[in-house]
């Protein structure tokens, strides 16, 4: 890879994708300049201050605007409120020589040839050689844009495209020019997957790349289908959305969301760019369609779409009639027999073989799928993988087209596709004449697809700064239970996976970490906490704290809650290095492991937190004690211990959860200078695995358990006790919240000891457990985990 280094970038375009994406590349901290240009004409507020159209709090009107409202939307495109001072902005006419200093250009502006070749005009008087220039169009073909260019600009010109919003869709597609040096392909594509943790998939220059060539005929193909098995928006939402491993949104409500104008604009440029696409006739807009773009339907921006919400009720679009009426609950007897089939990629050989209309819908729908991807081989890309790496990055499914072809057999794919009077592309039938039963193999922990020109299977390149724990899962497993899978990560380092639903951290999981620990210690040099599942944790098992609680068996309950302290005190003080790799949910006690691991590798995406108070209860599993540690670890001379010890408390008491890693060290959930944040989760267990290496290596010893924790006491607990007195008056907190955060006063204050006092964790520990016990004995608390287990929601009594 060249030494390419991007220390600067101009962003020139500064609407929703400009914005969103200068905003993600302060993320990962770079410095952004972000122009747009300068408005034509005062607004009534300038008027009224009597400012003039020369005025630079004018001049920049536009771009400010922009980015302020770019800020405030959610979700956020910041990790962290402060990254914004990495952005600057300014106008196309002040500020454009300024260009000369970055390493980077991106234009986002409209998207109009006209327009984009304009601004690469202006562009190229102030670029400076060898500088990086790409645009972020979805469908503009990039060889017209760099069209009467120098041969540096054509050279260092590409396409750059991200989806909408830019920090959370991982899809970064890159479509070379026609004379595109290969090295500024390789940078990006490393930089893509290196820096702004996204997927990188290199397309060809055709309408709408990969993505959305893809994405869009499976919604149209959808839009028809709805029409002729006359399905409501409801069940179509309901068959396309967690089930198959596809977002909450499903369909109808994604469009709702993306904006159906901003389809239709898609669908139209690739009907009429693709004259020979054998289903171009399917990208004709259905009369429903257009009825709805006529009466601007198009969804949230608009207030209405599918969905339509009238006060507190959401109403759905019957698509025969084209009036609102209240949602109906969608079911079908196919996706019952799912339910125990907690894979997804599972699930798909029983859908298809269902027998009413859910089995009818999936076999025309895959069907229609399977046929169309293989034909765009080699049309939009040489290589099956990355239409399903488009597919998973950019729309958010599990599964790309292939692996669910896979999943239903290949030749079983072909029989749906003959059902419904179509055919696979030719190579399809080459692959299993060659031997190749499938699209995809694994050998040795890598991720095998079939290359269609060597007619073999071929290893799919980048991987290598990968762990795919799926792939390792079977041949290097050292343990299992019910609850985990203990995998050998080679080099001396083990990884404990949590199996339970939602990662929930049970019986079973704190035996197989235990196990490992055990293993580890004996045979190996260090352990990894990490998985690939949507979450890391949402927390403890409560369903079983309220059977043992419900039934008062409070000897046991008192059993279950020290082994769960002494697990997490054995992540802390065991012989070898520990490591927590958190992404997604890691709550409760998926945040409290984390808390006790001697270091966290935590991804950007990481929504950490202690939320016990939520179910009526306080942290239990250590992490009371841990926050009363950390403050004692903080104070510093001169400090009012008291505020310290309150901020801590209050993150506890406010159940607060951190929105990002980056977040997360506000709380004090994660340490500075000792946890690290990894932007890229497919590299998150990779990484974790090097710095649990680069501690055994450093010669890690055991630590000493800690007795030098300064509580403050009476002082503490008379502070915190007024406190709540006075938020239960003002009626802001109800009576059993102020129970719930008196009892977490008095474990944080170290109970009523009459002076400040050194105390060892297993005392701190020791009241914790205390605490969390009598909560459990209260009425009110199991009302609160049972409104939990039954909704899913927090309950206020």
């Known amino acids: 890879m060249s030494k390419r280094r991007i220390n600067k970038i101009a962003i020139i375009g500064s609407g929703i994708m400009g914005s969103g994406i200068a905003c993600h590349f302060a993320n990962i901290g770079v410095d952004v300049l972000l122009l747009d240009i300068v408005p034509r004409e005062l607004n009534e507020k300038e008027k009224a201050k009597g400012l003039t ?43 454009i020589a300024k260009v000369a200093d970055v390493d980077w250009i991106m234009e986002v502006v409209v998207e109009r040839l006209d327009i984009k070749q304009q601004v690469f005009e202006k562009l190229e008087k102030h670029r400076t050689p060898g500088t990086l220039i790409t645009s972020n169009t979805s469908g503009i073909p990039i060889k017209f844009m760099s069209e009467g260019r120098s041969e540096d600009f054509q050279k260092h010109f590409c396409g750059t495209h991200f989806f909408n919003p830019a920090r959370y869709l991982k899809l970064f597609e890159i479509i070379p020019g026609p004379k595109t040096d290969q090295d500024v392909l390789d940078f990006l594509n490393e930089y893509g997957e ?66 159906l104008d901003t389809l239709v604009h898609v669908a139209n440029g690739i009907k009429e760019n693709c004259p020979d696409d ?57 996706l019952e027999l799912t339910k125990t089939i907690d894979k997804v990629v599972d699930r798909f050989e ?39 790496d488009a597919m998973k990055a950019g729309f958010g499914w599990e599964h790309g087209p292939f692996q669910i072809w896979d999943a239903i057999g290949v030749e079983a794919g072909i029989e749906m596709m003959k059902a419904e009077g179509l055919e696979p592309n030719a190579w399809v039938n ?41 792939n390792i899962r079977k041949s290097n497993e050292v343990f299992k239970n019910s609850g985990v899978v ?125 939320v016990e108070f939520g179910v009526g209860v306080i942290p239990g599993g250590g992490g009371s004690k841990e926050m009363a540690l950390r403050a004692q670890d903080t104070f510093r001379k001169g400090d009012v211990e008291l505020n310290v010890l309150q901020e801590y408390f209050l993150t506890i008491g406010m159940a607060k959860v951190a929105t990002s890693a980056y977040e997360a060290f506000d709380l004090g959930i994660l340490q500075k200078g000792k946890d690290i944040v990894v932007v890229n989760k497919d590299r998150q267990i990779a990484t974790a695995k090097a710095h649990a290496k680069l501690l055994a290596d450093a010669g890690y010893t055991q630590p000493v358990k800690r007795k030098d924790i300064k509580v403050l006491g009476k002082q503490a ?81």
Request: proline share 3%; hydrophobic share 40%.
């Open 717 to 797: 607990l008379g502070m915190f006790l007024v406190g709540t007195d006075s938020m239960e008056d003002s009626n802001y907190i109800s009576e059993h919240d102020q129970k719930i955060a008196n009892k977490l006063a008095y474990v944080m204050a170290g109970g009523d000891l009459s002076e400040p006092t050194l105390v060892s964790e297993q005392y701190l520990l020791d009241l914790e457990r205390e605490a969390f016990l009598s909560l459990c004995t209260e009425r009110k608390t199991l009302e609160r985990i049972q409104h939990m287990l039954k909704t899913g929601k927090p309950l206020r009594n």
């Open 53 to 95: 159209l020369e005025d630079k709090a004018v001049r920049n009107r536009l771009v400010n605007d922009a980015l302020t409202a770019s800020i405030k939307s959610k979700p956020a495109p910041l990790y962290h409120p402060s990254f914004k001072n990495r952005i600057t902005t300014g106008n196309l006419e002040d500020d």
């Open 194 to 259: 290196k820096f702004l943790g996204k997927t990188s998939v290199v397309a060809k220059d055709t309408p709408a790349f990969i993505g959305n060539r893809i994405g869009i005929f499976s919604i149209m193909s959808l839009f028809h289908t709805v029409k002729d098995m006359d399905l409501t928006v409801e069940e179509v939402d309901k068959l396309t959305g967690p089930v198959i491993g596809r977002p909450k949104s499903a369909t109808f409500r994604t469009v709702d969301v993306v904006g």
């Open 350 to 388: 029983v859908l298809v073989k269902g027998k009413d209309k859910a089995g009818e819908f999936y076999r025309k729908s895959f069907a229609a799928l399977f046929a169309y991807v293989s034909n765009r081989i080699p049309e939009i890309t040489d290589d099956l993988y990355k239409i399903d």
């Open 278 to 334: 054998e289903r171009n006739q399917l990208f004709v807009l259905p009369d429903f369609i257009n009825t709805m773009v006529e009466n601007k339907w198009l969804g949230s921006k608009t207030g209405q779409g599918f969905y339509k919400k009238e006060g507190k009720e959401i109403k759905a679009l019957d698509l025969n009639t084209l009036e609102y009426r209240e949602k109906q609950r969608a079911k079908f007897a196919t």
């Open 486 to 610: 203990v995998e050998d990560l080679g080099d001396g380092i083990l990884n404990v996976e949590f199996q339970s639903k939602m990662n929930t951290i049970g019986a079973d999981v704190l035996a197989g970490l235990n196990k490992a620990i055990d293993i580890a210690e004996k045979d190996f040099a260090g352990l990894v906490v990490g998985n690939q599942a949507a979450n890391f944790s949402v927390g403890a098992n409560i369903g079983m704290i309220f059977m043992m609680a419900a039934e008062q068996e409070y000897d046991e309950l008192n059993m279950a809650i020290k082994y769960f302290q002494d697990s997490m005190m054995r992540m802390r003080y065991s012989a070898i290095p520990t490591i927590a790799a958190p992404h997604g949910m890691a709550l409760g006690g998926g945040c409290e492991l984390s808390m006790h691991a001697d270091k966290v590798v935590a991804a950007a995406e990481t929504y950490i937190g202690l």
């Open 430 to 470: 080459e692959m299993l004449e060659s031997g190749s039963k499938s699209f995809y193999t694994v050998k040795n922990g890598a991720t095998y697809a079939y290359d269609i020109p060597s007619k073999a299977q071929q290893k799919i390149p980048g991987q290598d700064s990968f762990i795919i724990l799926d």
